[in-house]
């Protein structure tokens, strides 16, 4: 099946500063999501980015579908923020392609 | 409702017992979906339900675990027998239309406890 590699797995950062998440993939997709889980476990949609760039206040994410990544953008951090950030995809064809694989996420911590 | 809710939040039983856990998509919402997931895991599919037939239910475990939806809205996964390797968060998700691209929205979970 479908792989998705997301990195970093850790990340740090004082409140304020800018980050990007990371997430490949390893066949053509139909749909990826972008979530954040907050620390009391909700699964929160930030993007559905199959293709292409979209922005949402302090959050944009893009993704090259030819090139099998997308990458999420936090700016101007909020300890609000904190939590585990997922990609997760649905391969363009075959067998799964109806239900989402995740990555294994990135753990975003920021401090004030 | 407003989002996707299942019930109990929390659920702790015994190894052996059988348990039920309920997902009430969002209103209108067609498709329907469970996945589980383990400590510093990201979520792994169980079962996806267009209607009320189970589309795909390849990433059942194994068959102690059955999910329904007889009526074509609220879903309930059961597991027979239960064994302390089936604690986990299980998670409904439901999407307003069955199709690859949907954008699948997700309920709260379920904790589950196999002492």
Known sequence: ?112 | GAGVSQTPSNKVTEKGKYVELRCDPISGHTALYWYRQSLGQGPEFLIYFQGTGAADDSGLPNDRFFAVRPEGSVSTLKIQRTERGDSAVYLCASSLYFGAQETQYFGPGTRLLVL
């Open chain 1, 1 to 112: 099946g479908i792989q998705v590699e997301q990195s970093p797995p850790d990340l740090i950062l004082q409140e304020g500063a800018n980050s990007t998440l990371r997430c490949n993939f390893s066949d053509s997709v139909n749909n990826l999501q972008w979530f954040h889980q907050n620390p009391w476990g909700q699964l929160i949609n930030l993007f559905y980015i199959p293709s292409g760039t979209k922005q949402n206040g302090r959050l944009s994410a893009t993704t090259v579908a030819t090139e099998r990544y997308s990458l999420l953008y936090i700016s101007s951090s909020q300890t609000t923020d904190s939590g585990v950030y997922f990609c997760a995809v649905a391969p363009y064809s075959g067998a799964g392609s109806y239900q989402l694989t995740f990555g294994k996420g990135t753990k975003l911590s920021v401090i004030p």
